[in-house]
């Protein structure tokens, strides 16, 4: 399966035509539909609709069409519809001027100081009486399906590159840790001689009851307990146990953002453990930068699904 990003956008366009009464030929009109789909990163699934009035009604249909696909992100749809009349004046039938007629006589009955029609309101009337309702809920399903599919290739797209760029960060803290294995034996053997010259200075310079055997003894007890505290094998093992579990992760794809999240968590613990334990400047240099590489990470894991 692919790694998807929660970034994505994509728009698709229609245009449908119309047809008029067969008793009113060249009176057809078309219509102009845009989907425009984008998605941001997001904890959960947050979808949010921009329909005309005359498409509200689709609108269960889209989020059933989006949920089935998407599992997380802020998601938002803008759906645009356009019409336009084949020409701009239509000559109204017969039949629809004799029932003007008749309307504006019977008002005129009533009230004598009312005016008379105007060409204009006849053509505005004719007009929207000749309107009638097209569903476009077909061809909105239609065009949702197309600019989604558009929208997934973009998403898949961005979340190749973010797995690339965490393959790479996960590389350099293997690295890195790597680095830090030989530093702690150096630093016990370091320490283990520092301990053992200074219980020496102390017994020169002053009287001592305590025989030098028991005193070098009681030297390398000391050092023994230093080196288990700043032993970081164990944090090391973990290290790599996480950087392990998250190529897995981006190896196998799906829906992988918050196990993501997780051990980005975890790896930051491990090297905060590490920084803790250090007991030479070169092993706290190995901690900030793997600190810096885990925040790299951690941001664009953010933008994963």
Do not use: C
């Not at 790694?3 to 102009?32: C, H």
């Not at 509200?56 to 059933?64: D, H, M, S, T, V």
């Not at 053997?189 to 009851?209: D, I, V, Y």
Request: glycine residues 4%.
């Amino acid at each position: 399966m692919a790694v998807y990003s929660m970034t994505g956008y994509a728009t698709v366009q229609s245009s449908t035509a119309q047809s008029a009464p067969e008793t009113e030929p060249g009176r057809g009109s078309s219509a102009r539909l845009g989907v425009e789909i984008r998605s941001v990163n997001s904890r959960f699934l947050d979808l949010a609709f921009r329909l005309p009035d005359e498409l509200r009604q689709a609108e269960p249909a889209l989020r059933e069409l989006l949920t089935a696909k998407l599992k997380r992100g802020k998601v938002e749809m803008r759906v645009s519809l356009e019409s336009s009349s084949a020409s701009n004046l239509r000559a109204p039938s017969p039949a629809t001027l004799q029932r003007l007629g008749s309307i504006e006589d019977s008002i005129k009955a009533w009230l004598p100081q009312a005016g008379a029609l105007s060409v204009a309101d006849v053509l505005r009337i004719a007009t929207n009486e000749d309107k009638k309702p097209h569903d476009h809920s077909e061809e909105l399903l239609q065009l949702a399906r197309a600019a989604l599919k558009a929208m997934m290739s973009a998403r898949e797209r961005e979340g190749a590159r973010l797995a690339e760029m965490l393959l790479d960060r996960t590389a350099q803290l293997r690295t890195l840790a790597e680095s830090a294995v030989p530093m702690v034996p150096k630093l016990v053997e370091q320490q283990k001689t520092r301990f053992l010259e200074r219980w020496k200075e102390a017994l020169a310079l002053g009287t001592s009851s305590v025989l030098p055997e028991v005193a070098q003894d009681r030297a390398l007890t000391e050092a023994t307990a230093f080196a288990i505290r700043i032993d970081v094998a164990e944090e090391i093992t973990r290290l790599a146990s996480h950087l392990d579990e998250i190529d897995r992760l981006l190896a196998s794809g799906g829906e992988l953002g918050k196990r993501l999240d997780f051990l980005i968590q975890e790896l930051h613990r491990e090297a905060n453990t590490l920084g803790s334990k250090s007991a030479s400047l070169e092993l706290t240099r190995v901690s900030v930068d793997m600190k810096v590489l885990i925040e790299q990470i951690r941001e664009q894991v953010q933008n994963i699904e």
